[in-house]
């Protein structure tokens, strides 16, 4: 059985004392919660450690991006094996918005997805297309394209690590969502492609999330999908009582 998971990326978003309140009341759920959904939040950086001091925690923690060297003279930086150093087994790489403001390439998105592997930090992989190439019909060959130079370079027991998150850059808080049929046509053509490529069996273990304008609303739907494996949110994570009721969306 493929693990389902939601993650929230809160973004920058929330100053330390908001993003505690919010894990207190998010915690306030965890009851409502089922074993079977992995919850991982994904602060601002420099609040790992604060919420990495969260006793019992019902989340896993994840950073928003990283560095794809180890150690060095990069101002500003930081580092799967810092991450990992911290007990931190999540980063989000490719995320569309380091794409699109930070000129991330599907080459350095490469690279940083190697530091993670061999840090033993798992890392949620994000692609999708932007509104010109689906309005186009390019975004099966565009979201093809991120998945091969992302991925295909990786070993069988690596890709094992991998989450894959499918967001289309136009439903990325935007308030408009890829239809549950959007999204399971994608999910589908994901998975075939890594079926190809790795084979069935561990295609088959591999969590693709949905990722975009993702809301309490939605979710149920979306989830319901066969290959639609949870979600990767934004803006809606950042409300406890919505979150969470997506989290129990997923179960
Ligand atoms: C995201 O940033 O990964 C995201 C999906 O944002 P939102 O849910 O706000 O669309």
Known sequence: MRQKIVAGN?????????????????E???????????????????????LEM?????????????SHHDYGAFTGEISPAMLH????????????????????TDEMIAKK????????????????EM???RNGKHHFVTVLHQVEHALFHLKKDEMKQVVIAYEPVWAIGTGVTASSDQAEEMHGFIRDTLINHFGEELAAEIPILYGGSVNAQNSAELFACPN?????VGGA???????????????
Not at 10 to 26: C, F, H, P, Q, R
Not at 94 to 102: C, D, I, K, V
Not at 113 to 128: E, S
Not at 228 to 232: H, P, R, S, Y
Request: proline fraction near 4%; charge should be negative; glycine fraction near 4%.
């Open 10 to 26: 809160w973004k920058m978003n929330k100053d330390i004392d908001e993003a505690m309140e919010l894990v207190v009341s998010l």
């Open 28 to 50: 306030q759920y965890r009851h409502d919660f089922s074993q079977d959904v992995k919850v991982i939040l994904a602060p601002p950086s420099l609040y790992l450690a604060n």
């Open 54 to 66: 969260v006793e019992e925690p019902f989340f896993e923690l994840s950073a928003q991006n990283c």
């Open 85 to 104: 150093s911290m007990n931190i087994g999540y980063c989000i790489v490719g995320h569309s918005e380091r794409r699109q403001y930070y000129h991330e």
């Open 113 to 128: 997805i190697d530091a993670c592997l061999r840090n033993h930090v798992r890392p949620i992989f994000c692609c999708g």
């Open 131 to 133: 509104l010109e190439q």
């Open 228 to 232: 639609v494996d949870g979600g990767l």
């Open 237 to 251: 994570s950042l409300k406890a009582k919505d979150f969470a009721q997506i989290i129990v969306s997923a179960s």
